[in-house]
């Protein structure tokens, strides 16, 4: 709601608002496509911070639905 209003009042947008130059290096890191896993697996690494390589072991499409199927059934419980 501050800055909000700063950013309608002229003067106080001039006074404390202002731009800034970044150094030419920093637009060399920021150039890039992001990358981001699909799924629920992809969304907790994300919120956790694990890298996609950080996992020991790589996983088939097949044994990662059934990891993601455990996941979910040790977090609602099975069926029954």
């Known amino acids: 709601q501050i800055i909000n209003d700063i950013e309608k009042n002229k003067d106080l947008n001039n006074k404390y608002l202002t731009s800034f130059d ?42 990662s639905e059934q990891e993601d199927k455990s996941f979910f059934e040790k977090l609602f419980g099975k069926k029954k």
């Open 22 to 63: 970044l150094p030419g290096n920093i637009y060399s890191f920021l150039d890039c496509d992001p990358f981001r896993q699909k799924g629920i697996r992809g969304f907790f690494n994300r919120l956790l911070g694990i890298k996609p390589g950080d996992r020991k072991n790589k996983n088939t499409k097949v044994e």
